[in-house]
T-cell receptor, first 111, second 114 residues
Framework: RKEVEQDPGPFNVPEGATVAFNCTYS??????FFWYRQDCRKEPKLLMS???SGNEDGRFTAQLNRASQYISLLIRDSKLSDSATYLC????????????FGAGTTVTVRA | NAGVTQTPKFRVLKTGQSMTLLCAQD?????MYWYRQDPGMGLRLIHY???????AKGEVPDGYNVSRLKKQNFLLGLESAAPSQTSVYFC?????????????FGEGSRLTVL
């Protein structure tokens, strides 16, 4: 079983719509969680960290469900510029240097 | 401020050839990493370094070697390239432990092994 699994999509949504997707992780001891964004043929960039109580950054909301071992990302009022692949990233151990990356969920926002 | 710079950006090799990818960062970061990204798979850690003069194996180290002689540079070597090493390689750096901070990635190096 992969450490981090994501629905690859693509999620094809119109501008202004809300889109949400999840990511599941296998190690219940995982400590840190992040969402990265990767544009086509570009490098990944940190979008936001995910905190236990959930957190927002503008139109983006991240949630953590430890009981079911998943994190989610919700994008409100989608913009064309939100089109990208969103990578779920988990740090399985608090004292290690290894991050586990999901393969990504592709979102395409159409005009 | 260039951030993380990788060279070369593209390279085509024949099976058995060797090459070195260079990663340079100007952010004075202690930690540096080499990842590979393949279609349908998440980024996988090849090797990493927690400081000048140190290196350690990641999850897919076979067929690769690394060196961190200077704090700002992290080199990834392929001694005898194989088609299975066709991939996009990303170098990254971070200020501290990855569970406390973000990774800064280079633009990637696309390697094709024929």
């Amino acid at each position: 079983r992969k450490e981090v699994e994501q629905d690859p999509g693509p999620f094809n949504v119109p501008e202004g719509a809300t889109v949400a997707f999840n990511c599941t992780y296998s190690n219940s001891a995982s400590q840190s969680f992040f969402w990265y964004r990767q544009d086509c043929r570009k490098e990944p960039k940190l979008l936001m960290s995910v905190y236990s109580s959930g957190n927002e950054d503008g139109r983006f909301t991240a949630q953590l469900n430890r009981a079911s071992q998943y994190i989610s990302l919700l994008i409100r009022d989608s913009k064309l510029s939100d089109s990208a692949t969103y990578l779920c990233v988990v740090n399985p151990l608090s004292n290690d240097y290894k991050l586990s990356f999901g393969a990504g969920t592709t979102v395409t926002v159409r005009a | 401020n260039a951030g993380v710079t990788q060279t070369p950006k593209f390279r085509v090799l024949k099976t058995g050839q060797s090459m070195t990818l260079l990663c340079a960062q100007d952010m004075n970061h202690e930690y540096m990493y080499w990842y590979r990204q393949d279609p349908g798979m998440g980024l996988r850690l090849i090797h990493y370094s927690v400081g000048e003069g140190t290196t350690a194996k990641g999850e897919v180290p076979d067929g690769y070697n690394v060196s961190r002689l200077k704090k700002q540079n992290f080199l990834l070597g392929l001694e005898s390239a194989a088609p299975s090493q066709t991939s996009v390689y990303f170098c990254a750096s971070s200020r501290g432990n990855i569970h406390t901070g973000e990774l800064f990635f280079g633009e990637g190096s696309r390697l094709t092994v024929l």
